[in-house]
């Protein structure tokens, strides 16, 4: 099943920028998916079977860096 998931990382610290673009660069690194940045959010499409266990990775190194961290996800499914 094809998904799109729209996700925004606030590092709450000073210095949010790097860990945002570390952040997404290690999702583009994944090039099973299309990701499309926007300037307050990046949305990821492919398959939910795929996505998932990559942001469950993702999302867990950047937590275990900086746990005063806060990911806003919205997925949708029936993505084409």
Same mark, same amino acid.
């Given at each position: 099943?094809?998904? %799109?998931? *729209? /996700?925004?990382?606030?590092?709450?610290? =000073?210095?949010?920028?790097?860990?945002?673009? @570390?952040? /997404?660069?290690?999702?583009?690194?994944?090039? @099973?998916?299309?990701? &499309?940045?926007? &300037?307050?959010?990046?949305?990821?499409?492919? *398959?939910? %079977?795929?996505?998932?266990?990559?942001?469950?990775? =993702?999302?867990?190194?950047?937590?275990?860096?900086?746990? =005063?961290?806060?990911?806003?996800?919205?997925?949708?499914?029936?993505?084409?």
């Amino acid at each position: 099943m094809n998904i %799109s998931v *729209d /996700i925004s990382l606030y590092p709450l610290h =000073e210095s949010y920028r790097q860990p945002v673009l @570390d952040f /997404i660069h290690r999702l583009e690194a994944h090039q @099973d998916l299309l990701i &499309s940045r926007n &300037s307050m959010s990046t949305t990821i499409y492919g *398959d939910y %079977s795929l996505i998932m266990p990559i942001l469950n990775e =993702e999302m867990h190194t950047t937590l275990q860096a900086l746990p =005063e961290s806060v990911f806003v996800i919205k997925l949708s499914g029936g993505c084409q």
